[in-house]
């Protein structure tokens, strides 16, 4: 029965436990893995001659830390199967971790980051060319547990949720970049210019979930390039003496960067992140037997329980528009920030000086959340 009496917990103890951390059972607790969880790194790096230098290098990032639930030794009832509960008076988590006490998951997130670079430095001149690329892919095998939550005030049930399970989901990304930057020493003069080409791309794999007690079956095709970027941002700028002396500089630079999103735009964008995958419904326990008289699957308003909160459960959420196509593709559409600079730095002794400084930036290509059904 999908009732709260189901199972008796015996053997719980009072800790005191700070206010700001919610109050729950053993039974409702949850057990974090740190497996598997890894950094891999590879650097090369190569003198070839008095003027030029080669490097390249590697890394790999996997994390996953997923949470299951706790068990005792002997336990004879299996938490997957148990109905969490949560009472609103007392803040107490008991039966099993779940709903507001939260849940098992099983989060993986991988990121694999290259680059190679070369450098040419003869004294007064020194140039430098390279490039990077960074992949990743994040999602979720899916949210494990009950799919119904009770909550209670005071002993009393009041609320039912109930959950669109299986929730798994992903999706991938890369940025790539390549650069030339070149650097000259004239006189009393340094002057520091360079390019750099960027590209983003990120994409959804096909999807699948079956259906679970409350949801049907969901699927999927292949989303491509949310988004797909590309930037060319110029770098400038000098350095000069301007006495001779070495005592006062003039410095100046002009910068272009690019933000860094990769993975934001894709989750959004991704047809599971758009599904309504809980609701909660009103619960009049009439007869006090702590079992919802009701039939769960349906939605509207039957025996002791309320329509749930939205008729779109399992479906996607009408609301949700997602970004606007003309944000998710071309040239220098990605957000982006202009930096300015300007200083002069004075030596007065040989151990002290003075600076006086100017910086600006200008940022753009920031998105707006526009509501639709507002003139």
Known sequence: EDGIRDVAVTGVQTCALPISVSVAAPEATNFTEEWPNYVLQMVWKSP????????AGTSMYVTAIPTSPSRDPGYTVEPLDIIPAYDTASGFCFRASGGQCGGWNRPFNRAD????????????????????LRYGDVGTFGTYGSDIAFQLTNGVPNRITQYGRP???RRKGVEWGYFAQDQWTRNRLTLNYGVRLDHQREWVPAQSNPAGRFVPARSFDKVEDVPNYWDISPRLGFSYDLFG???????????RYVGQSLGAISDASNPMSKLVTSVTRNWTDANTNYVPDCDLTNPQAN?????ISNLNFGQKNPTDLG??????????????????SASVDHQLTGSLSVNAAFFRRVQGGLFVTDNLAVK
């Open 245 to 255: 002396n070495g005592k006062t500089a003039v410095k100046a630079t002009v910068n």
């Open 323 to 340: 970004y606007n196509e003309d944000l998710l593709s071309g040239w220098g559409t990605r957000i982006f920030n202009w930096e300015y």
């Open 167 to 169: 929730d798994a989901n």
């Open 113 to 132: 980051y290259n680059r190679a670079n070369a450098s040419y430095v003869t004294g007064s001149h020194a140039v430098k060319v390279g490039m990077s």
């Open 303 to 307: 025996g002791e329980c309320g329509i």
């Open 48 to 55: 070839i001659n008095n003027k030029l230098f080669l490097e």
